[in-house]
């Protein structure tokens, strides 16, 4: 959330950031509440001081034996106006709250202007891209001729867009996850924490989900909860509405966990395959830290989520989000995409994002720097490392062989106990009907 006295005094640069973010989001409007809101606040004052005048001069009206019954309706008259101005107020106040909610955060100035994805620049790459010689599969294809990967009766038990991982893919998955959850606590200072996967809508309003992307969520029926969308809403929400330490910043904290989305957006987009799926696994990072720290946390977060691609053996490169494909609650992000070679193109596998106080304001998290200070917003960072499934794809579609196995990249052996080829299981009927 923006803070009002921001917008108050910059409103050109908010509208301009607005333009840029292809946002068509009403800024007067919530200006004409603000000030609205001041007026009411300004006259209810006047009104408080006339009241207490009135409620001294019955007082003295009282002792000195004079008739009060004058200023004893006056005062009624006042308090019932004031009564009035404050309901006028609070509804003004939730008004405005609810229009703040919808408005994105600030781009910082090194984000390029843009109007989509085409338009993010290149900042780095990694990595050769493999060649070939013999006719690249998808990762889908490959997963079913070798009996590890099976939409079909997924298709059949759950719909679209989910699936059985068995046998080695679903010990691959495994291995995926556990080596990041080891690389980030080992060496990337992260501790390690298990969230709860049902998040309620507090929380999800204070990462940005909500309100504005209620149609992505998957809601609990009846309750105002929702399967997490991402393990960030729990990490970022474990601290709302406390006040840190200065000297316990930076805190870092990184979750496996099962993420849920409807990808209402995404209709028609990556229908087969991993990398689009409603149920998924994600390696998240999260970290809180002071002000001053947060450009540095996000290339630090950024070289962290590259460091599990780059002892996975995958190619990769990173990219800067322009102004218009920047997530809404994000002041800037780099995208990591990994080579895909059935796509002859990079996708998305981690987004690294500084959202500065943009969440800490929506979730009231605050720091003291010494005792006694007054308390400053924390800013929150946050990043995939990695999203598995789509590390899953990647790695087999990069280490794919003429005859359809797949070798395991070398960091994955001692998680798959030892296994260096994955090979067509036997003794069980094909993903694919026969």
């Known amino acids: 959330m923006l803070d009002i006295k921001f917008i108050r005094e910059h409103v050109q640069e908010v509208k301009d950031n607005l333009i840029h973010r292809h946002n068509s989001f009403d800024l007067d409007e919530v200006l004409d509440l603000d000030s609205r809101r001041r007026n009411l606040l300004q006259e209810t004052e006047q009104l408080k001081k006339q009241r207490n005048e009135a409620t001294r001069q019955i007082a003295e009206a009282k002792r000195s034996g004079q008739d009060s019954a004058e200023k004893i309706a006056e005062m009624k008259g006042i308090s019932q106006k004031i009564s009035e101005l404050d309901r006028q107020l609070s509804e003004t106040e939730s008004i405005l709250r609810d229009g703040l909610l919808h408005l994105p955060n600030m781009c910082d100035a090194s984000v390029p202007v843009g109007k989509d994805d085409s338009e993010n620049p290149e900042v780095r790459r990694w990595g050769d891209i493999p060649a070939f010689s013999f006719p690249v599969k998808a990762h889908d294809e490959l997963g079913a001729d070798l009996g590890i990967l099976d939409s079909e009766r997924a298709g059949k038990v759950s719909g679209a867009r989910f699936y059985f991982y068995l046998g080695a893919a679903a010990r691959l998955e495994r291995a995926i996850y556990n080596f990041m959850l080891d690389l980030h606590t080992q060496e990337n200072d992260y501790t390690e924490v298990v969230p709860p996967y049902i998040i309620n809508g507090t929380s999800m309003q204070g990462t940005g989900q909500l309100p504005k992307f209620a149609d992505d969520m998957y809601k609990v029926e009846g309750e105002d909860m929702y399967m997490t969308p991402t393990a960030e809403v729990p990490l970022t929400n474990y601290y709302a509405g406390e006040i840190l330490k200065g000297e316990d910043l930076p805190v870092h904290l990184t979750a496996f966990?099962?993420?849920?989305?409807?990808?209402?957006?995404?209709?028609?987009?990556?229908?087969?395959?991993?990398?689009?799926?409603?149920?998924?696994?994600?390696v998240e990072m999260v970290k809180y830290c002071k002000p001053e720290d947060s450009w540095n946390e996000l290339e630090s977060l950024t070289a962290e989520a590259e460091k599990v691609l780059q002892r996975l053996g995958l190619p990769y490169h990173v990219v800067c989000l322009c102004t218009g494909d920047i997530g809404f609650s994000s002041a800037k992000t780099y995208d990591i995409e990994v080579w895909m070679p059935a796509q002859n193109k990079y996708r998305e596998i981690s987004s690294c994002s500084n959202c500065l106080d943009f969440q800490a304001r929506r979730a009231n998290i605050r720091f003291r720097r010494h005792a006694g200070d007054k308390p400053e917003f924390v800013h929150t960072l946050n990043g995939s490392g990695l999203a598995v499934g789509r590390t899953v794809a990647a790695i087999m579609e990069n280490y794919q062989q003429e005859d359809g196995t797949i070798r395991v990249p070398e960091a994955l052996q001692p998680y798959m106990n030892g296994l260096k080829v994955i090979e067509r299981r036997q003794g069980y009927p094909s993903s694919r009907h026969e």
Do not use: V
């Open 257 to 282: 966990t099962p993420c849920f989305r409807k990808e209402a957006g995404s209709a028609g987009k990556d229908t087969r395959g991993l990398i689009r799926q409603h149920q998924f696994h994600k």
